[in-house]
């Protein structure tokens, strides 16, 4: 790989759990990138791969052209705070190990950091299989509407798979997102490791701080991806239907909020989570089963206590396990 000095290293990091075909063709793309500065760090939660990943990722180690750390724990969030941690790049980049790109995603993200001081994290846009096939790939958005910079209701505004025209966002989608080194270094922000389970609005929770810092978060059309959504492995390793995912999904959402938002704000977005999750209006469209309702509202009950008790336990214990691990390992 031929290196630019001119133009900043990007550190892309691919936090996988129990990926195989997908994490290969991932790391493929990433690998034929036109962007002429750039390292690969893979975190990888894996506890056994299949004998062809295994050997693939073994290669790429073996030619330097993949950083490959192995983890005997699954953490989302975790998993990018070790990869940050073991980044060398001026930017951190975010990718999740089943997406496609295109030779010039790298170089999408990065011109935004040399052409915007004032940007610290660039979302990138999302073409998602699901979403796309929802609306038949014809729907396009030019600018968002003024509540998708709403902490409260944002969360049902923004839209980072339709939307054609570059602006500042509230938040990123974490499996194409990046930011500046300083966001980590001299601001010192960390992912929240205490986000369970797929760990879904980790990257809300982290972007709504980064906004404190005075930096924007500016959205690139031009810096997309296909994410593939795969129905197993990635960060979801727990099945969507199970128990432990509903509890940690109404966990995730009450804990940004009570971290990150005014009373206001926070009602609003949980009179919102309720009645579109639990009720099942659009655009959760989810069945109106009474007996469904009163089960999602079961779990959005002790999803908020759950997220009580992990805010009042931030008195003593700042939940960065996984963190706290890496730090004794090196001292030791």
Same mark, same amino acid.
């Given at each position: ?104 995603? #790298?170089? &999408?993200?990065?011109? !935004?950091?040399?052409?915007?001081? @004032?940007?610290?994290?660039?979302? *990138?846009?999302? $073409? %998602? ?40 966002? #509230?938040? &990123?989608?974490?499996? !194409?997102?990046?930011?500046?080194? @300083?966001?980590?270094?001299?601001? *010192?922000?960390? $992912? %929240? ?140």
């Amino acid at each position: 790989m031929t290196i630019n000095m001119n133009l900043p290293l990007i550190s892309v990091i691919i936090p996988t759990y129990c990926r195989e075909e997908a994490l290969r063709d991932s790391l493929a793309d990433v690998l034929k990138q036109d962007y002429p500065n750039y390292e690969v760090l893979v975190v990888d939660q894996t506890p056994k791969h299949q004998s062809q990943t295994e050997a693939y990722l073994q290669e790429l180690a073996e030619t330097n052209k993949i950083k490959w750390f192995r983890l005997n724990w699954a953490s989302l969030p975790g998993a990018r705070n070790y990869g940050v941690r073991r980044a060398a790049g001026e930017i951190i980049l975010f990718i999740d190990d089943d997406v496609q790109l295109t030779p010039g995603f #790298l170089a &999408a993200h990065a011109k !935004n950091y040399l052409e915007k001081p @004032e940007v610290g994290a660039v979302a *990138g846009r999302v $073409f %998602d299989r699901m979403k796309l096939g929802d609306s038949g790939g014809k729907l396009q958005i030019s600018y968002l509407p003024p509540q998708a910079m709403d902490p409260g209701i944002a969360w049902y505004y923004i839209d980072l798979v339709h939307t054609i025209k570059p602006q500042e966002v #509230l938040t &990123a989608r974490g499996c !194409n997102m990046s930011f500046r080194r @300083e966001i980590f270094t001299k601001y *010192g922000l960390k $992912f %929240d490791e205490r986000f369970r389970g797929s760990a879904v609005r980790e990257e809300s929770d982290f972007c709504l701080r980064l906004r404190q810092t005075g930096y924007k978060i500016w959205y690139d059309p031009e810096a997309d991806l296909v994410h593939l959504g795969e129905e197993t492995g990635g960060c979801h390793d727990i099945s969507m239907r199970s128990l432990q995912y509903q509890l940690t999904f109404y966990h995730n959402h009450f804990l940004m909020g009570l971290k990150n938002l005014t009373t206001t704000q926070a009602l609003r977005l949980y009179v919102r989570l309720f009645d579109c999750h639990v009720l099942g209006h659009p655009p959760c469209n989810k069945s109106g089963s009474p007996i469904k309702i009163v089960t999602r509202g079961v779990f959005f009950s002790l999803g908020f206590l759950k997220a009580l008790g992990t805010v009042i336990q931030s008195i003593w214990n700042d939940g960065q396990i996984y963190t706290h691990m890496d730090e004794q390992v090196k001292i030791i």
